[in-house]
């Protein structure tokens, strides 16, 4: 039996994810403060734990390095509200498996819950092909110009044996972009090896890197293969390479100079064979400047360098990453859901994506699990995409067939207060009034206020 654990200061909503966890034959504990859950997860190994990202005192963020001090093979998830989608876009980075927008369905839980579970080693191990039916294909080529110059540079550096540094936003698709310069190479028959390097504890860094022999140290109980070994003849992918610390970047460099790791408490050295990609979405170069990334080390990663467009500059090609992923998520699902209204596309097209193509997929997937009919429409996607928020909820409207639900929401959050409406609509009051008697919208009794 799989053990959960929930760290949420909202005793109601934890005891509610309590029972519905324990009801499908999960062993669930819940913790309501980090030094709950500091102490508990010094004594006790959990599978999988579920944080909210918001609370008092402390957040999500605080959660994932404690677990992380103790414990990589914990799967995270965090809960968080879709505003603050950037910052759990963060919270991957920081060793979180996934996040997953409130307020969710149970069964869109369960989903993500069974997917975390299933995907076997940790994401600062071997990391499993992410993409979620093995008949898809793992990399989408767009056909925008900065998606013809990425594939350009990808066909051409993945025969070579040169070493590549992928730049980029978080959530671009790095991850796949290494995938597949791997599966164009010389080496695509050997493993590829993925390494979260913003996950690793600094005392741990060492062991996973070259691996130890048993005894070495407090906890090492058998011998460990190290990343190194493990892609001997194939790729080794360092994602988040910016968040080595500096010690690290020394031995990383010696090992790629000589070839050669020492596991930790072994006297002798082993030889290995692997390509580095290494990624990142910080400024190395500042970084060099600042005197916490080594410039030989830059040099010896960035033989040559890729740079990932964000979602937002593949304009041309956002739909077609959507039925991309409305593929996946319908295998996944074993679902059929044949494609999108007319006002999600345009939705899609007019949304900024700061969560580029991670924030795509988490939507529709979402959507495609929510959706009754055949089409996904503005029902199941966070109204976030189809309006604009600034200092003041603004809302656009840009197609008539979406205007009502637009309408409604806005009265919704102004209190029926229409005056107060129209200005979150950013239309005159006039404007409002007339679109209230052309679509009907009847306000609530009582509630007919200017």
């Excluded at 992928?166 to 493993?191: C, D, F, N, W």
């Excluded at 913003?198 to 058998?222: D, Q, W, Y």
């Excluded at 979405?281 to 410039?295: M, T, V």
């Excluded at 806005?410 to 005159?428: F, M």
Aim: hydrophobic share 35%; net charge neutral; proline share 4%.
């Amino acid at each position: 039996m799989n053990k959960i654990l929930i760290v949420d200061d909202d005793i109601a909503f934890g005891q509610m994810l309590q029972n519905y966890l324990t009801r499908n034959q999960f062993k669930v504990k819940i913790l309501h403060s980090p030094g709950e859950v500091q102490q508990h997860i010094r004594k006790n190994f959990y599978d999988l734990v579920l944080t909210d990202l918001r609370m008092p005192d402390f957040s999500g963020m605080d959660i994932i390095r404690i677990i992380r001090q103790e414990s990589m093979k914990t799967k995270i998830i965090m809960m968080t509200g879709y505003a603050d989608i950037t910052t759990a876009i963060q919270s991957i980075k920081q060793g979180a498996y996934n996040y997953i927008p409130k307020p969710f369905q149970p069964q869109e839980l369960m989903n993500m819950i069974r997917e975390a579970l299933s995907s076997g080693l940790s994401k600062t191990s071997i990391k499993k092909n992410p993409t979620d039916n093995n008949s898809l294909p793992d990399f989408f080529e767009g056909k925008s110009k900065p998606s013809k110059r990425l594939n350009k540079h990808i066909d051409l550096v993945a025969p070579t044996p040169m070493s590549v540094l992928i730049l980029g936003e978080s959530g671009t698709g790095k991850e796949y972009v290494a995938r597949s310069i791997h599966q164009k190479s010389k080496r695509a028959e050997q493993p590829f090896v993925a390494v979260d390097c913003g996950a690793i504890p600094k005392e741990l860094v060492a062991s996973e890197f070259f691996g130890h022999v048993k005894g070495s140290f407090t906890g090492a109980a058998t011998d460990k293969t190290g990343y190194f070994e493990s892609a001997n003849g194939g790729t080794l992918f360092l994602d988040e390479v910016g968040n080595l610390s500096y010690n690290t970047q020394i031995q990383l460099l010696r090992a790629l100079q000589e070839r050669k790791v020492k596991p930790v408490g072994s006297s002798k050295e082993v030889p290995v064979d692997v390509r580095i990609i290494a990624a990142t979405n910080e400024d190395l170069k500042s970084a060099q400047q600042d005197g916490r990334f080594r410039e030989d080390l830059y040099h010896r990663l960035n033989e040559f360098q890729i740079d990932v467009p964000s979602l937002h500059e593949r304009k041309e090609d956002v739909m077609a990453f959507a039925r991309f992923f409305l593929d996946q998520a319908n295998a996944y699902l074993s679902r059929n859901v044949a494609g999108f209204e007319p006002d999600v596309e345009a939705a899609f097209e007019r949304y900024s994506w700061p969560g580029n193509l991670r924030e795509m997929k988490n939507v529709i997937k979402r959507a495609v699990l929510l959706v009754p009919g055949e089409q996904i429409t503005l029902n199941e996607i966070p109204e976030e995409l189809y309006q604009i928020s600034g200092k003041e909820d603004k809302f656009t409207l840009y197609s008539e067939t979406n205007e009502i639900t637009l309408i409604e929401k806005a009265l919704e959050k102004a209190d029926y207060n229409k005056s107060k409406a129209a200005r979150i609509l950013k239309i005159d009051r006039k404007t409002l009034y007339n679109k209230l008697k052309l679509y009907r919208i009847e306000l609530p009794e009582k509630q007919n206020g200017n």
